[in-house]
């Protein structure tokens, strides 16, 4: 793969006459660790969504590893975890595991799948259907479906929401993992209790960016709440 794991120039999305986010210049190497940090309705999700290849921006251009986002190339190497997990009504969580590692080309899905479970404290469940879950358990079964197919990208929204302690600890542990790996991670957020881990915080603010740079340089409070 070639090229920064995202780039994005001049992003915007609007409805209308209302700006979701943008416009918005964005380069993340690949092995960053980033958070992308702002309260609710910053822009955060929109600019996850269209950078995974769901949602089509209003103008400007964004590439994963070089690829346009929504290719194959592009879908290949990124993975999404939304703040809304949505599942299958008649598949157990290890069906669904099966289905999405081996959509994405794993074959030695089972010990993965079997370590993931394990981790987030799901391995007696893995027969029942995450439909049925809990809030709590619905995304960490969520968690153990972006991790178990192999990525280079990885981008999430909101991924505390809902979590115990323990599945707290589980996740940030995980992120710690692919993160040696190599793999490029985005983790937007609006707690500022997980900026710590991040090499970089890109702060936005009514779809705008207001800050980009060193987590360790930012009064991450005034960027947020101002």
């Not at 595991?97 to 794993?106: N, S, T």
């Not at 049925?132 to 969520?142: D, E, H, V, Y």
Request: hydrophobic fraction near 40%.
């Amino acid at each position: 793969m070639t090229g920064p794991a995202l780039h994005a120039v001049e992003l915007s999305k609007s409805y209308g006459d209302t700006s979701a986010v943008g416009p918005v210049d964005l380069t993340i190497e690949a092995g960053q660790r980033v958070v992308l940090l702002g309260h609710n309705g910053s822009g955060k999700t929109t600019l996850l969504r269209i950078a995974a290849g769901l949602l089509e921006s209003s103008t400007g251009s964004v590439t994963v590893f070089g690829s346009p986002v929504g290719s194959i190339e592009a879908r290949a190497a990124t993975s999404y975890l939304g703040d809304q997990p949505v599942f299958y009504d008649d598949l157990s969580l290890r069906e669904h595991l099966e289905y999405i590692a081996r959509l994405h080309g794993r074959d030695d899905w089972q010990q993965r799948a079997d370590d993931l479970c394990d981790r987030l404290g799901l391995a007696t469940r893995t027969d029942d259907l995450p439909s049925t879950f809990s809030r709590g358990l619905r995304q960490k079964a969520a968690i153990a479906l972006a991790f178990v197919r192999p990525f280079e990208l990885l981008l999430i929204d909101e991924p505390f929401v809902g979590l115990d302690l323990a599945g707290r600890s589980a996740l940030l542990e995980l992120l710690d993992r692919e993160h040696r790996r190599g793999a490029a991670i985005v983790v937007a957020t609006h707690e500022l209790g997980t900026v710590a881990a991040a090499q970089r915080l890109v702060a936005l603010r009514d779809g705008a960016v207001a800050y980009d740079g060193p987590q360790g340089a930012a009064d991450v409070d005034t960027l947020v709440m101002k």
